[in-house]
C-alpha cells in the first residue's frame, strides 16, 4: 500500500495542488528559473560564454558544483552531437535531465511490519518535532493508528509540543520528563505499540549538529535498543532537512547516515528559500528516497515528493 499518494476516491487532497506548490516555491523558481530563462529565452548562440554563463547560474541556484558540471557535461554532449540547435533546445534539454536527476527520489511511503518504527533525526530548528506531527496527521487521515514518542528529552518545549500534536491528531504519546534517557523512551514506545497494536510508531529524536560526536552517538544508542526489542527497528530513519542551508544539507546527510543508517529525507522550509536547488545536489550524489517535502505551515503542506511537479515549479516549462 502506498500511502499519502492521492486515490480516486480521496478526498483529502484539495485542488490546487500545483498550484500552491508553484506559488510556495517562487524564490527557488526565482533563483533558478527566472535566472536561466533571462540566459536561455534570448535566442543566443550555444557558445562558450553562454554555457559558463549557464553553469554559474545553476551553482548560483544551489545545485552545487559537482551537480552543475554533471549537467554541463550532458549539456555539452548533446550540443557537439548536433542534438541541441538553439536555446530553447538546451531549456528543454536541462528540464529533462534535472527531472532524471530527482525522479529516483520519488518513491511512495514504503509499507512496513506491524507497528512500522520511524525514528525522525536532524539539527536543532529542521523542523523535526512539527514534521512527525504533521505525518502523523497524513497518518491518521489514511486510517492508520499511530503512537508518538517524545525522543528529545533535552527540550521540555519539545516534548509540549508533541504532545499538542497528539492532542490534536488523537493519537498517543509515551515521554517521560526533561532530561530523560532518550533511548530508555523509545523502548518505552516500542513495547507501548506492540502492546495497543499500532500501526505505526513515529519517535522524535533531540536535534544535534552532526559535529557533536556525544549526541550522535545517543543517536546510535537509540537505534541499539529499539534493535533489542525489535531487530528490524527501526524500519525507517527519516533525516529532516532544512532547505534553506543549502549545500551545507550535503555534510548533514554523510555525518547522520554515518551514523544511524538514513533511509529517506524529509525536506522543509522549501517555500521560504531560493536554495531548493540543494534538492538536485541531494539526488544526484545519494539517490534516497524524498518522501516528503515541507511547503508551509499546514500539515497540509507537508507534501509527498513528485519530482515532476518539483522541477514543473522550478524550472517552469516556458522559459
Known amino acids: 500500500m502506498a500511502l499519502f499518494r492521492k486515490s480516486s476516491g480521496d478526498k483529502s487532497e484539495k485542488p490546487g495542488v500545483l498550484a500552491r506548490l508553484n506559488e510556495r516555491l517562487a524564490s527557488t523558481r526565482h533563483a533558478l528559473g527566472q535566472n536561466v530563462g533571462q540566459l536561455l529565452g534570448r535566442k543566443r548562440a550555444l557558445d562558450a560564454v553562454l554555457l559558463e554563463e549557464l553553469e554559474t547560474a545553476l551553482i548560483t541556484a544551489d545545485l552545487g558544483l559537482d551537480t552543475a558540471s554533471a549537467v554541463m557535461s550532458e549539456i555539452t554532449r548533446r550540443i557537439s552531437r548536433k542534438e541541441l540547435s538553439d536555446s530553447d533546445a538546451v ?136 534493535g533489542r526489542v525489535d531487530p528490524t527497528a527501526p524500519h525507517e530513519t527519516l533525516l529532516v532537512l532544512d532547505a534553506s542551508i543549502g549545500q551545507n544539507a550535503i555534510a548533514q546527510l554523510e555525518h547522520f547516515h554515518k551514523v544511524v543508517g538514513i533511509t529517506g529525507l524529509c525536506l522543509t522550509k522549501l517555500d521560504g528559500t531560493a536554495k531548493g536547488g540543494v534538492v538536485f545536489a541531494l539526488a544526484k550524489r545519494f539517490a534516497l528516497p524524498i518522501y516528503f517535502v515541507g511547503v508551509g505551515e499546514s500539515a497540509e503542506d507537508l507534501r509527498p515528493f513528485e519530482a515532476r511537479g518539483f522541477v514543473d515549479a522550478v524550472l517552469p516549462a516556458e522559459a
Open 91 to 226: 531549456y528543454g534539454a536541462l528540464r529533462g535531465i534535472l527531472y532524471d536527476i530527482v525522479k529516483p527520489c520519488e518513491r511512495p511511503w514504503p509499507t512496513g511490519p506491524k507497528p512500522q518504527v520511524i525514528l525522525a533525526v536532524g539539527i536543532n530548528g529542521a523542523g523535526k518535532t512539527t514534521t512527525i506531527g504533521k505525518m502523523a496527521a497524513r497518518f491518521v487521515t489514511e486510517g492508520h493508528s499511530v503512537l508518538l514518542a517524545a525522543g528529545d528529552t533535552f527540550r521540555a518545549a519539545a516534548i509540549e509540543q508533541l504532545g499538542e500534536w497528539a492532542r490534536r491528531t488523537g493519537v498517543g504519546l509515551i515521554s517521560q520528563p526533561r532530561g530523560a534517557d532518550a533511548a530508555a523512551v523509545a523502548h518505552d514506545a516500542l513495547a507501548a505499540a506492540k502492546a495497543r497494536g499500532s500501526d505505526i510508531l513515529l519517535i522524535d529524536s533531540a536535534g544535534r549538529l552532526h559535529t557533536q560526536a556525544g549526541l550522535m552517538d545517543e543517536l546510535g544508542k537509540i537505534k541499539r535498543v529499539l
